[in-house]
């Protein structure tokens, strides 16, 4: 995916930005697993009270990050900045400062998968994060609605006769609703029940660095 790195007014970050790491599909898991001990359908019960389904079949995360005695601009400024510095931001959406409004899209392909007779699924995140600005505060929102499955010619039948990954087929997309928080009794409750979990770990590490 492409990576767009926003280095406008870097010097407003100070040190925070320096200190913060970059949250990425390595860290996702090393935290995931550090904090839910590979137990992905209990962690995926453990977390269903923070992350409410919404009209549109997915979840939205709210948090506010407190930012004292700055104005709606520098809070704007400095989390914008900040954002696009700790995770790769595959669309932006919303750039408006009047409003003190960004909005963009992240994306961490295979957060988990599942291997098919044919095929090797992989579940990918594509969540909506929304900073809007306000004096001394930010109103945070990270959205999930759906997500993407890839399939790859990797499955147990087709690796006999190719050790390749083969080409990605067309991208499918799986509303959470359908899986919330996990397939219990359709395809790939364990693969679901991963990647709800990871969802959740990537929302933490995004809330704690931008609170740095």
């Not at 007779?117 to 600005?133: E, K, N, V």
């Not at 790859?152 to 799986?174: C, H, M, Y």
């Amino acid at each position: 995916m492409k990576r767009l790195s926003l280095l406008v007014s870097v010097s407003v970050l100070g040190l925070g930005v320096l200190c913060a790491q970059t949250v990425d599909l390595q860290q996702v898991n090393q935290y995931a697993k550090q904090q839910y001990k590979a137990q992905w359908k209990s962690a995926a019960m453990s977390i269903l009270p923070v992350l409410d389904l919404n009209e549109q079949g997915g979840y939205t995360y709210s948090t506010t990050i407190g930012m004292p005695n700055h104005s709606k601009a520098e809070v704007y400024e400095t989390l914008s900045n900040k954002l696009g510095q700790i995770v790769d931001l595959d669309t932006i959406l919303i750039e408006n400062l009047e409003q003190g409004v960004f909005s963009a899209r992240t994306y961490l392909y295979s957060v988990s998968n599942q291997v098919g007779g044919f095929y090797r699924f992989h579940l990918c995140l594509h969540p909506t994060i929304q900073l809007t600005a306000k004096d001394n505060e930010a109103e945070l929102e990270i959205s999930l609605q759906y997500y993407e499955i890839v399939k790859t010619d990797k499955g147990l039948v087709s690796s006999i006769f190719n050790r390749a990954e083969g080409t990605p087929l067309p991208a499918e997309q799986w509303l959470v609703a359908d899986r919330y928080p996990y397939n219990e009794r359709g395809k790939m409750p364990l693969a679901t029940a991963e990647a709800f979990t990871k969802s959740y770990a990537l929302i933490q590490l995004l809330v704690e660095q931008l609170k740095k």
